[in-house]
């Protein structure tokens, strides 16, 4: 499970079945509200359209389903999660003692990432100085997404592209060696055309022409291995 303040749609995701979270559904006196992964949809219900309006508990609370999400919604931060909740503010105005929450936003037009943490700071030094018993010490990082979700398979990502561009080179270097081999073997068949009457531009055309057949036809045979081995 995972509470969230719609991060579905901080992300520009929208339920293929029912609707989203709706403003004041993360307070203390609204009724329990829950939207379900597509795959908690279709494993625990049967992909039924009339779960709707059923009631699930969690945590001894029961909640109102009001949506599914779409099957290609995964977040990552919050790994697998069946059931997606508001997060309920406290009904006691005192108590400040949810430091460890992580949240998503989306930056307005001409903010920088610089200038966001910048003003997170600022909220964070006025709160530490408003609140010193539960505030002080305490502070905000702003990060981009894609660092908190791939940062640390960055070292993994870079040493894989690495072993891909090498491989790209040797593949490279091996076709140069079977063209110079087969441009060697075709002298003859080249000295016969210019006697002929064939021009080097019309032999260099007919180069390339057989040169961009064969690296279409390699690109068209390799894009269709690549779909068929991630399909499988």
Request: charged share 15%; with cysteine.
């Amino acid at each position: 499970m995972s509470r969230s303040n719609s991060s579905a749609q901080a992300l520009g995701v929208a339920p293929i079945v029912g609707r989203d979270f709706r403003a004041g559904e993360d307070t203390p006196s609204a009724p329990r509200t829950v939207i379900l992964s597509y795959a908690t949809w279709q494993n625990r219900y049967g992909k039924r359209h009339d779960v709707l309006g059923q009631v699930v508990t969690l945590d001894g609370v029961s909640n109102v389903i009001i949506g599914v999400l779409p099957p290609d919604f995964h977040f990552a931060p919050a790994g697998s999660a069946e059931f997606w909740t508001p997060l309920c503010e406290s009904s006691d105005p005192n108590n400040r003692g949810s430091h460890g929450l992580s949240s998503i936003a989306r930056l307005n037009d001409r903010v920088t990432l610089e200038m966001a943490s910048s003003e997170m700071s600022s909220i964070a030094q006025q709160l530490a100085k408003q609140y010193p018993d539960s505030d002080q010490g305490r502070g905000a990082t702003v990060l981009p997404l894609t660092e908190v979700i791939v940062g640390s398979l960055r070292p993994i990502l870079l040493l894989l592209l690495s072993g891909a561009l090498l491989l790209l080179l040797i593949a490279c270097v091996n076709v140069s060696g079977l063209m110079l081999v087969r441009s060697e073997n075709r002298r003859h068949e080249i000295a016969v055309r210019g006697a002929l009457g064939a021009s080097r531009m019309r032999l260099i055309r007919q180069f390339v022409t057989e040169g961009v057949m064969l690296a279409a036809a390699g690109s068209s045979i390799g894009v269709c291995a690549a779909y068929g081995r991630s399909s499988g």
